[in-house]
T-cell receptor, first 115, second 114 residues
Framework: EAGVAQSPRYKIIEKRQSVAFWCNPI?????LYWYQQILGQGPKLLIQ????????DSQLPKDRFSAERLKGVDSTLKIQPAKLEDSAVYLC???FGTGGQETQYFGPGTRLLVL | AQSVTQLGSHVSVSEGALVLLRCNYS??????LFWYVQYPNQGLQLLLK??????LVKGINGFEAEFKKSETSFHLTKPSAHMSDAAEYFC????????????FGAGTRLFVKA
């Protein structure tokens, strides 16, 4: 079974530029998550989708971050414009359902460096 | 609101020694508790989880954790460390008050000495 795929794996941009990340979840998984993991910290949920609807985006900085999940499968996360403090690893995860006990399956992440 | 505290950002053990990684949580309702492991340049992988029932939970690679409600703890243990256990370990909690959003601790990096 294929795991969660993410691209690119690494990205370096200058502040004020824009960047986009892509995620392909495990086939059949209804729920998709985007996390931000800053160096030395645990992952922080940015946005959670169930199919193509948003379940939780309370911690998404909506003035610069946006995300969509087209047709309830793939998802993209965009930052525009980027700030220095956005340097982090962006993790995508998926799970079969939405209950709190669900196991989340994580992709390898995209490491973003903003200069 | 839920929170997770992992005691010790770094833990070092000798190969063959007991591994103990500490996790305390804050939750006003029955929680779901998780331990995830992250190897270098990889995503997180579930080690084990507590949902309901038996409070001693066994996971992959010989790890286990015990849910102790009175101590609000969910410490991770393994009787004998192996070099391949070197990684970062994250404790996490979710519950109904937080809309079942998963809250992760800051992580504990485990070093295993030969």
């Amino acid at each position: 079974e294929a795991g969660v795929a993410q691209s690119p794996r690494y990205k370096i941009i200058e502040k004020r530029q824009s960047v986009a990340f892509w995620c392909n979840p495990i086939s059949g998984h209804a729920t998709l998550y985007w996390y931000q993991q800053i160096l030395g910290q645990g992952p922080k949920l940015l946005i959670q989708f169930q199919n193509n609807g948003v379940v939780d985006d309370s911690q998404l900085p909506k003035d610069r971050f946006s995300a969509e999940r087209l047709k309830g499968v793939d998802s993209t996360l965009k930052i525009q414009p980027a700030k220095l403090e956005d340097s982090a690893v962006y993790l995508c995860a998926s799970s079969f359902g939405t209950g709190g006990q669900e196991t989340q399956y994580f992709g390898p992440g995209t490491r973003l460096l903003v200069l | 609101a839920q929170s997770v505290t992992q005691l010790g950002s770094h833990v070092s053990v000798s190969e063959g020694a007991l591994v103990l990684l500490r996790c305390n949580y804050s939750s006003s309702v029955p929680p779901y508790l998780f331990w995830y492991v992250q190897y270098p340049n990889q995503g997180l992988q579930l080690l084990l989880k507590y949902t309901t029932g038996a409070t001693l939970v066994k996971g992959i690679n010989g790890f286990e954790a015990e849910f102790k409600k009175s101590e609000t703890s969910f410490h991770l243990t393994k009787p004998s460390a192996h070099m391949s256990d070197a990684a970062e370990y994250f404790c996490a909690v979710s519950d109904a008050t937080g809309g079942f959003k998963t809250i992760f601790g800051a992580g504990t990096r485990l070093f295993v000495k030969a």
